[in-house]
Structure formats: C-alpha cells, structure tokens
Nanobody
Framework: QVQLAESGGGWVQPGGSLRLSCAAS????????MGWFHQSPGKEREFVGV????????SYPNRVKGRFTISRDNAKNALYLQMNKLTPEDTGVYYC?????????????????WGQGTQVTVSS
C-alpha cells in the first residue's frame, strides 16, 4: 500500500521557519516526481514546490520563491520543504504528493499519490 506521511507542521510566528518532511512507503519513489501543495480554507490546492526524480526541475510559484526550498533524499524515500520568513498567508494544510512519472508538473491533477496533510499556522 502506497503511503505518503507528512510531518513537521505546527504553529509559528510570522517571520519564523518550519521544515516539513514527507516519508514515502509502499513504493520506490526514486523514479517519481514529487511536490508540496498548500491549501487554505475556501481556496484551491496550489503547488508550493515541485521536484523531478533526481532532484532537478525545481519550480516554485512567485509567492514563495526565495523563501521555500524543496529537496529530496531518494535513499530515504523522503521529501522535504524548508519554509522561511513565513507569513499568515502561508497558513493552511500542506500536502506531499508524488507522480507516477519522473518529471514534475505543477497542477494537482498531475499527481497520483497524496498524503493526509499537515497543518501549518502562522500567527502572532
């Protein structure tokens, strides 16, 4: 059974940092593109970082560029998202996702596997 399990969410003050982790199991994801998505109440799920199977092809939306860093460790079947200079607009649920193919896309519809999400709250 394929599972993606996110961790590392929580509460942080504006300007703070968090590092999200995603542990993949049930399948070898070393040949899969992966990504992180953010969803806040009433809004559509949007990508905040995608990465291809060997760690290239990294893309971010302008909103998080320069603040967020996506990375992966294929030996550990793990995906990470370092988030710095967080703002209240970053509040929401963060999902780890994986594709069945090597190259990344930015739309949720391109991703085949999803975690349950981890809540991030940025407030003072």
């Amino acid at each position: 059974q394929v599972q993606l399990a996110e961790s590392g969410g929580g509460w942080v003050q504006p300007g703070g940092s968090l590092r999200l982790s995603c542990a993949a199991s049930g399948r070898n994801f070393s040949t899969s593109a992966m990504g992180w998505f953010h969803q806040s109440p009433g809004k559509e799920r949007e990508f905040v970082g995608v990465i291809n199977w060997i760690g290239g092809g990294i893309s971010y939306p302008n909103r998080v560029k320069g603040r967020f860093t996506i990375s992966r460790d294929n030996a550990k079947n793990a995906l990470y998202l370092q988030m710095n200079k967080l703002t209240p607009e970053d509040t929401g649920v963060y999902y780890c996702a994986a594709r069945s193919t090597r190259y990344s896309g930015t739309l949720p519809m391109y991703f085949d596997y999803w975690g349950q999400g981890t809540q991030v709250t940025v407030s003072s």
